[in-house]
Nanobody, 118 residues
């Protein structure tokens, strides 16, 4: 059983930074990532990282966000710098085989809210 618990969200002014954490028990060799959803918008895959540490980023966060994981602590991180108001969303930690977030075998955390004010 995989359990994902996010923390680290909050409110920050534009240009500020936040670090999201996801305590991931049982995730093992799963691909992991962060997905966000703003009110009235579709879900967006922000960043992913596979078991070997290969990362991907959506274009809008490249150069500002960094995904990482500490296998010893079973924790996933998302360092978010130079935050913009358009980064405001609920951020979900996800884990799935082959990064297939919408399969029946995917796991989602409860989400953590990030609010960036201008």
């Amino acid at each position: 059983q995989v359990q994902l618990v996010e923390s680290g969200g909050g409110s920050v002014q534009a240009g500020g930074s936040l670090r999201l954490s996801c305590a991931a028990s049982g995730a093992g060799r799963y691909c992991m990532g962060w997905i966000r959803q703003a009110p009235g918008k579709e879900r967006e895959e922000v960043s992913t990282i596979n078991y070997y540490g290969t990362a991907t980023y959506t274009d809008s966060v490249k150069g500002r966000f960094t995904i990482s994981k500490d296998n010893a602590k079973s924790t996933l991180y998302l360092q978010m710098n130079s935050l913009k108001p358009e980064d405001t969303a609920m951020y979900y930690c996800v884990a799935a085989y082959l990064c297939n977030w919408y399969s029946g075998g995917a796991y989602w955390g409860q989400g953590t809210q990030v609010t960036v004010s201008s």
